[in-house]
């Protein structure tokens, strides 16, 4: 039997084009024991991909030249020799861009689709959803009352803390980088206040002004500038998770900025680096609390499906350009 | 009855000198339902007494001129007039520089002298033993194999720190200023290794070369270089309790250096700042631990007592000149 995939023809240089894919037919083997085939449903495209596409150490491992892409993955099982699935499973793993999938039993767990569309496993209920779900449930532990800070806030981690913390009771202040997204965090996601950092003078003054309690949680996916701007108006007992850096991850010396440590110390402030692999063995909670709140209509997702296998690598390259709003996932018809 | 106090004459400029104190007697009012009368006993005197002869706003409010200078104190009940109080307890309290003292019963608490000698209550069993306690144990919380990095080893501090480290069965790595405080964590208090951050030419490396495995913990008592070169050798899902930021204290603009949050974020690195106060409720735990450790002689401590109500000045001046081993005590005879 043949399938079709899609590898790494070349590493990028900057912004990936299409020529750094290629098409390939090739054969299955036979099924061992221990292993399922699959046929992939949705394929998810994430901007963290294009870090694996160069050949650097990171927490992620690198793709290789000639080889699949890889990356989340919801399938259906076609045919099984494994006593934990069988035909019909709708499974969620770490996958090749392939059409049809043999893998082994170890690399994918079962969903559950009486609770949420399939493809929510890529987005609300997956990476990015767990992300938001762990890194303030977990690290940032909210009360009602508090005052929430979100950088990044109009992304697919940031979007899903804002609404969580609203739903905790929370008083919550969205940072993003356009009018449009800051109108879609307040009219669409429900945040209290948001701010443009591209058009505000005085990002420090404009926080001390929307939080005059102090920010009680600062979910951090951006650092940099916006970070030491929301951090000299934080708390007493204040929390900060530390989702992501973007800002720093194209520099190549190591940034420089005030020190921190003095304001974590006199305030009493927990600042936690985490990536959401560290929850693994709780991932059944957290999916079970997102799939109730979409379920009640509490927590709000947008998608943006893009259809057809062969899209694949037009839908990735479409992140760079903005083309989604929301999670941005390719359907296999 | 008359008493005799010693006031803060006039605050100091750069170093205190004896004339910023005077001795006088005070008549002594009758002692009110709920208060007790009080014979000091032991008087802390510690470096941050400093920072309150200045004028200005920190976390411990600043002394007033012509009112009594104020510490960690431990007296016996002579008179009461408080339910929970008879004459003879040993309490323990933030009280003025009196010879005699009306308090309220709520400012003070009793302490268990059969564990325990009672000026041991300002010291190891007091806010520098529980400050050391409280960082390494519900923050910190050290595994066996673990290695651990203390910065002012040598202080009050940092020495508990790194004995409760090897109790706790983990790799101890000192930083201080002198050889002599070099070869007193190795030879005296059991620290594996120890460095002179004044000679060393490179910290980093000589960290990196002591610790093979990285720094699971760093318990930071000085911020500054010295924590850049540390944090550049942190491990994965470390801890780093911020004790205290000495480096900083004397600067007025903030600080600047390089920017953490990256290496905080890729490693999983949890940074939490405090003070001992944040644990007043798990004070009883901590005291029952330190002294169970201190009578089997698994923690090694050292005071030096300093005799006469009259000689406290004396013995705080001579904190800045190095006049002291271990924790500094004044004797009421």
């Known amino acids: 039997m043949t399938t079709t995939q899609i590898v790494l023809a070349a590493r990028p240089k900057g912004t990936p ?9 090739v054969e299955l083997p036979e099924i061992n024991e221990g292993e399922v085939l699959l046929k992939g449903l949705y394929y998810s495209v994430d901007p963290y991909m294009r870090g694996r596409m160069n050949d ?6 690198c793709f290789q030249i000639d080889a699949p892409i890889a990356g989340g993955v919801v399938a259906r099982v076609t045919e099984s020799k ?47 959803g767990l992300t938001a779900y762990f890194g303030l449930m977990h690290i ?9 800070v979100v ?12 609404q ?11 940072i993003a980088g356009s009018d449009e997204k800051i109108n879609l965090l307040k009219d669409e996601f429900g945040f209290d206040e948001a701010i443009n950092y591209k058009t505000t003078p005085n990002i420090k003054n404009a926080i001390a002004a929307l939080c ?3 920010v009680d949680i600062y979910f951090d996916n951006v650092g940099g500038e916006i970070s030491d701007a929301v951090i000299a108006n934080i708390n007493f007992h204040a929390r900060i998770p530390l989702c992501g850096q973007i800002s720093t991850y194209n520099t190549t010396e190591t940034p420089m900025g005030p020190r921190i440590q ?6 009493s402030v927990l600042m936690q680096g985490f990536i959401v692999s560290n929850y693994q063995s709780l991932f059944p909670e957290g999916i079970q609390h997102l799939a109730q709140w979409v379920k009640e209509g509490k927590l709000k997702y947008t998608e943006t499906i893009v259809h057809g296998f062969d899209q694949l690598p037009n839908a990735l390259l479409g992140l760079f350009k903005g083309e989604n709003t929301g999670k941005m996932i390719v359907e296999a018809e």
């Open 151 to 162: 950088s990044g806030a109009a992304g697919a981690v940031g979007v899903v803390v804002g």
């Open 262 to 267: 003095t304001m974590l110390l006199t305030r």
């Open 140 to 148: 940032a532990k909210p009360k009602a009352g508090e005052t929430v």
């Open 56 to 61: 650097v150490k990171s927490y992620a491992a």
């Open 17 to 25: 084009t299409m020529d750094i894919f290629r098409f390939e037919n």
């Open 164 to 174: 969580i913390a609203k739903i905790q009771g929370c008083r919550v202040i969205g």
């Open 82 to 128: 494994s006593e934990n699935f069988k035909t019909g499973d709708v499974v969620l793993g770490m996958l090749p861009w392939r059409q049809q999938i043999i893998v082994s039993e170890k690399n994918i767990q079962k969903i559950d689709t009486t609770i949420a569309p399939a493809s929510y496993y890529l987005g609300i209920l997956g990476m990015p």
């Open 212 to 214: 005059p309690n102090g």
